[in-house]
């Protein structure tokens, strides 16, 4: 997907800030490999060098750990435990997210970043506000998650396509408002609650399937729809 590929390996299985500073220049691809436990708070933010990163499998991506990084344009997340709020935030080049495993992507993580399509595979939790303010975003497939919280997806104009696989059991106040081209969709079977205004002003969405396991609807949640 990205190369050529330059490793980054810590014994210590940190990697921060201060490791760091000063010392991006000619760094452009990154690969974190299993060693690297955490990746801590603000260790790559606010670079305009770095294109890309793979990181195998990690404990943390930190607060801020990638946040406004103007030239970041691919991320790949094999496996982490979380990704911490703002990580990624207002990465103004990035075109497309993949996770394959994370128990949560925290509040703003990747919130008004410029990304056309995400990919996410086994995820716990989609906090508050995740990928709100992604105005770019067209293409959301989601094998598995458990929780999509409040605000996740709010304000995601550009959404035109979106799969949501398996295990989701509940759907947060507001996830998917003003999500205005949203045609369809299907929700698993495991779903039970979907909350005040979910997909509130969705102008588009003329189909969605709701299984009989719902227990919860609430106010307003389709108010808008077509």
Not at 116 to 133: H, P, V
Request: hydrophobic letters at 40%.
């Amino acid at each position: 997907i990205m190369a050529p590929l330059i490793p980054i390996m810590y014994i210590d299985g940190t990697v921060d800030a201060n490791v760091y500073k000063g010392k991006l220049k000619g760094l452009t691809y990154l690969v974190f490999d299993e060693n690297i436990n955490t990746i801590g708070e603000y260790a790559f933010a606010n670079t305009s060098t770095v294109k890309g990163i793979i990181v195998n499998d990690t404990d943390l991506i930190d607060n801020y750990a990638f946040a406004n990084s103007t030239s970041l344009d691919g991320v790949v997340i094999v496996k982490a435990g979380t990704i911490d709020d703002y990580a990624f935030n207002k990465c103004t080049s990035l075109d497309y997210v993949e996770i394959g495993t994370a128990e949560l992507i925290g509040q703003r993580a990747f919130a008004d970043c410029t990304m056309t399509r995400i990919e996410l595979d086994n995820i716990g939790t989609i906090d508050d506000y995740a990928f709100t303010n992604c105005v770019g975003l067209k293409n959301v497939y989601i094998d598995s998650v458990i929780n999509i919280n409040d605000y996740a997806f709010f304000n995601c104009i550009a959404i035109n396509n979106i799969k949501i696989e398996e295990d989701l059991v509940n759907i947060g106040e507001h996830a998917f408002e003003e999500c205005k081209l949203i045609p369809s969709l299907v929700l698993p079977d495991t779903t039970r609650e979907i909350g005040a205004y979910a997909f509130y002003n969705c102008n588009s969405l003329a189909n969605i399937n709701i299984p009989d396991g719902v227990q919860t609807i609430n106010d307003y949640t389709f108010f808008g729809c077509a």
